[in-house]
């Protein structure tokens, strides 16, 4: 089955700076990548996706690379702000039929004001 | 919120004792799902189902069982056979084809 990997599990910043969050994949035949923020006690919310026939998404602050041949995608976040601290987690599935996501362990983003 | 309503918030069980999980969505979405989540574990899958009066095992079924007779409820139960079924419960669901999953707010279960 698929196996995702993310790193750092946690990460420190400075508001104003660029945080960034990577994460490789096993199965090369996934084509379904979202990323999910969780603040503490509650429930993830998708804040971006990207599918494998676009190498990059962006939405305002947050933009997602991908390389499939590497098999990894990156979480991207400019000019952090101190509400940006949580819990991000990147999944990956195949999405075709009806299929599941495979999540990585999760990276801990801490912004100092 | 967003749909999807797990009850209860919070839940206190005995060892031995089988417990169940409540999960509603009224998203009209055919596919739902069960995740635990861990501390520095991520999200892991116990069964999912992709239409009424069908369900398969995720990564960690043992010790848990779910029904899916509505296609809004896909209620858990977590039984006496789990061996470390303190976690926090995660329920999703999504229209299909593993299209951006939505999820509950969860339920935090205490088995002591």
């Known amino acids: 089955g698929e196996n995702v990997e993310q790193h750092p599990s946690t990460l420190s910043v400075q508001e104003g700076d660029s945080a960034v969050i990577k994460c490789t994949y096993s199965d090369s035949a996934s084509n379904y990548f979202p990323w999910y923020k969780q603040e503490l006690g509650k429930r993830p919310q998708l804040i971006i996706d990207i599918r494998s026939n676009v190498g990059e998404k962006k939405d305002q602050r947050i933009a997602v690379t991908l390389n499939k041949t590497a098999k990894h995608f990156s979480l991207h976040i400019t000019e952090t702000q101190p509400e940006d601290s949580a819990v991000y987690f990147c999944a990956a599935a195949l999405n075709s ?4 996501l495979t999540f990585g362990k999760g990276t801990m983003l801490l912004v100092s004001p | 919120d ?12 005995k060892e031995g004792q089988n417990v169940t999980l409540s999960c ?7 596919a739902m799902y069960w995740y635990r989540q861990d501390p520095g574990q991520g999200l892991r899958l116990i069964y999912y189902s992709q239409i009424v009066n069908d369900f398969q095992k995720g990564d960690i079924a043992e010790g848990y069982s779910v029904s899916r007779e509505k296609k809004e ?3 858990l139960t977590v039984t006496s056979a789990q061996k470390n079924p303190t976690a926090f419960y995660l329920c999703a ?3 299909g084809q593993g299209e951006k999953p939505h999820f509950g707010n969860g339920t935090r279960l205490t088995v002591t």
Not at chain 2, 24 to 30: K, S, V
Request: proline share 7%; glycine share 10%.
């Open chain 1, 97 to 100: 039929g009806y299929s599941t």
């Open chain 2, 2 to 13: 967003g749909g999807i309503t797990q009850s209860p918030k919070y839940l206190f069980r």
């Open chain 2, 24 to 30: 509603e969505q009224n998203l009209n979405h055919d």
């Open chain 2, 73 to 75: 409820s896909f209620p």
């Open chain 2, 93 to 95: 669901s999504s229209i």
